[in-house]
């Protein structure tokens, strides 16, 4: 086990009900490319509802090394920090290599600065990839739509050098599989090609449609189709936005599971019912209870768990409309408490069930197949990926030292601590911070009983 230093560790003491009120942001999976996108602008964009995470500040890193000034609004009156975001690309210009690869495996939002750089600068040097440990994430759908636009990709020992050795043109990409990624890659940079483009088999996440809708402000053309079609009509200069980010739909998720783990009662404000439907139904079929306030400018969703038996269920993890793949971890910690066997088919990422190895040595019965299981054959099906989940339950948890792998498994991990009987230590909880801000203060609010370090 790696030694990690006392910031990195969480002790927590399980065994307590959450309850209480947290607030959710804007999502972290659309922030980032928005301030991306602001890139593209002539002019000042302004951003509202940013969260404070690590993925956030990576991006402002990099876009500063590209000389977009980017400051965050004054304080209120409270002295609470603003959310917005102001971002000013008047100065943008080639940022040195060696402060791009400052940047190397933080994160996997470099690649799409692609686009923009491409229509700015004619040149984009992006740094060796970084993000969650989920799979082999490979970026060849991002690579095969730029060429497709005319840029040239050449591959050095230290990252892609991309150039556009003229304007880029419209064309037409049919991805291999909906993905988020190369989807706004190709949104990202269609907006300034010359003439249209027309991307078949796109991704029409929540959050994607919601970054077209900053597009959209700043002068881009974009219509969606039936048939996961998106058509893009390329202008010659864009302007600048003014945004309120769509909530963070998958931090959402993540609470309302800790409120059913635990056996809380748990409001998240800020949170939407329209982003969240699939999930909802999920959270209701095992024996969760919520109630939606859409109160204009303050909605909310409380979450909590009245105490009946939980019931197994059989889920599949697909893309949007389909349950996210986010939403998986933390439901299948909620699931090691329902009564008979759930089955969870993991289709979106090969090697996403892995985490669930500690869950095991915390009480939990869960087996791992390579089979395509309760669901439709995948693109995993025939080949050497445990990518299924047999969950067996109830079961008593108990606390366990665990190790963080990745983003939404490490937030799960705290689930599954705080329902556990116990002392749990868990390590490299800077990972939760690149996608959830401030979440041991808004543990603690909850009446969870964690502390930095390794505790007394
Ligand atoms: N894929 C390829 N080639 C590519 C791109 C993707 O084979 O060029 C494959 C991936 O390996 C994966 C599938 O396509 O099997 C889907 O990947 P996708 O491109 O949709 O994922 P992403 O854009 O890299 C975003 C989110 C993820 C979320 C997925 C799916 C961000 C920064 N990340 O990743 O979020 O799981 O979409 O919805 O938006 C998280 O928030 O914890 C997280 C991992």
Request: aromatic share 6%; hydrophobic share 45%; with cysteine.
């Amino acid at each position: 086990m790696e030694l990690s230093t006392a910031s990195d560790v969480l002790t927590v003491h399980g065994g307590t009900a959450l309850s209480g009120e947290v607030r959710v942001r804007g999502a972290k999976n659309l922030v980032p490319k928005a301030m991306v996108a602001a890139l593209l602008g002539h002019g000042t964009s302004v951003l509202h509802n940013v969260p404070q995470i690590s993925d956030v500040r990576i991006v402002t890193g990099l876009l500063e090394a590209h000389g977009v000034s980017v400051t965050r609004g004054a304080p209120g009156a409270d002295g609470e920090p603003s959310d917005t975001l102001i971002l000013d690309p008047a100065s943008v210009e080639q940022a040195s290599d060696t402060a791009v690869e400052a940047h190397a495996g933080t994160s996997r939002i470099p690649v799409l600065f692609c686009g923009p750089l491409l229509h700015r600068l004619g040149r984009a040097f992006i740094p060796d990839l970084g993000g969650c440990k989920i799979g082999d994430r490979p970026i060849d759908f991002h690579l095969d739509a730029l060429r497709a636009f005319g840029a040239v990709v050449e591959k050095r020992p230290e990252g892609l050098l991309i150039s556009a050795p003229e304007r880029l043109r419209g064309t037409q990409i049919r991805l291999p599989y909906p993905s988020v990624g190369a989807t706004e890659q190709v949104l990202l940079t269609a907006v300034l090609a010359e003439g249209v483009t027309e991307l078949s088999n796109a991704a029409t996440e929540p959050e994607i449609v919601d970054l077209i809708a900053v597009l959209q402000k700043m002068g881009a053309i974009i219509s969606v189709h039936n048939g996961r079609v998106i058509r893009i009509i390329g202008v010659d200069q864009l302007g600048g936005f003014t945004h309120r980010a769509i909530p963070d739909r998958l931090e959402t998720a993540s609470w309302a599971c800790a409120a059913l783990a635990t056996g809380g009662d748990i409001r998240v404000i800020g949170a939407a019912q329209g982003e969240m439907m699939t999930f909802l139904n999920v959270f209701r079929r095992i024996g969760g209870d919520f109630e939606v306030d859409d109160t204009p400018g303050e909605p909310s969703i409380r979450f909590w768990h009245s105490g009946g038996q939980m019931r197994a269920l059989a889920l599949e993890t697909d893309v949007y409309p389909g349950l996210s793949t986010d939403w998986q971890q933390p439901l299948v910690v909620a699931l090691t408490q329902a009564h008979g066997l759930s089955i969870i088919h993991e289709t979106v990422y090969e090697q996403r069930l892995g985490f669930t190895d500690a869950l095991n040595r915390m009480g939990a019965q869960i087996q791992l197949y390579r089979e395509c299981l309760g669901g439709s054959a995948c693109r995993f099906g025939q080949r050497n990926f445990m990518h299924s989940a047999v969950i067996s339950g109830p079961t008593k948890l108990h606390g366990a030292e665990l190790t963080i792998p990745d983003l939404r498994a490490g937030f799960s991990y705290l689930i599954a601590a705080l329902a556990a009987q116990g002392t749990s230590t868990v390590h490299g909880i800077s990972l939760i911070r690149r996608g959830y801000e401030d979440f041991e203060a808004k543990l603690s609010a909850l009446g969870a009983d964690v502390e930095l370090g390794l505790g007394a």
